[in-house]
């Protein structure tokens, strides 16, 4: 048994922390009684600890880096089903919360968007141009009139929703035109209106969800 200096009660020796250099081996303060002194500290000296931390993960900025990626990429189906799950569930918070965000934000968004395509223009003629082929590839010849009038007004409505709910929202392919295992086409009926981000975390995967909602077209 040992009498923490702290709150000066009798604990087994397993409630304090090692210390080879004391002469029973152990700390003169109980782990509990640490941790609690630790919290305090941390309490009275948050914009110290905060300019330590900043000034740490600047110094070790590629360790940082590199283990937020392998972090990322060893939880990221998981990362990738809470998150959409969170949108679904907190639909018009995240709604709300996003139309803020882009509307404080526009200017320098803009900015820094207009930048990226400045400096990749080679990256975006040849997305674009592939996207373009794409399409063309997967548009049938034997669609009619009425079809391509309703493709077109799929894309109209796209835009209005962005602008209504300040929520960016794009055209899906329900079947990818360039889908992992299977191919789709560019037809009326594998179209439907998205938010971006759910399209952009869907990639040119064919999910449960959007089999389901092929299904029913």
């Known amino acids: 048994m040992k009498t923490c200096r702290i709150c000066n009660e009798q604990k087994p020796l397993d409630d304090f922390s090692v210390n080879k250099a004391k ?19 941390h309490h009275e000296n948050k914009d110290r ?11 070790n900025a590629g360790h940082v880096q590199e283990k937020n990626r392998n972090r990322y990429a060893r939880c990221r189906d998981k990362i990738i089903a809470d998150v959409m799950a969170y949108r679904r569930k907190n639909i018009d918070r995240v709604k709300k919360k996003d139309a803020a965000y882009h509307e404080k934000n526009k200017e320098r968004r803009n900015a820094a968007a207009a930048t990226w395509r400045k400096g990749n223009r080679d990256r975006m003629g040849a997305y674009l141009a592939q996207r373009r082929a794409a399409k063309l590839q997967a548009t049938p010849k034997w669609l009619t009139r009425e ?23 794009t055209v899906d392919h329900i079947v990818p035109l360039r889908g992992e295992t299977v191919c789709g086409l560019h037809v009326p009926w594998n179209l439907r209106i998205i938010p971006r981000l759910e399209n952009c975390l869907k990639k040119n995967k064919l999910t449960d969800e959007a089999y389901r909602y092929a299904e029913a077209a």
């Open 147 to 169: 079809q391509r009038k309703q493709i077109r007004q799929l894309y109209q409505q796209s835009r209005l929703l962005t602008e209504l709910s300040g929520e960016a929202h």
């Open 49 to 59: 600890v905060a300019a330590r931390k900043k000034r740490w993960v600047a110094a």
């Open 23 to 41: 002469a029973d081996g152990r700390h003169y303060n109980c782990k509990q009684c640490d941790a609690a002194k630790a919290r305090h500290w």
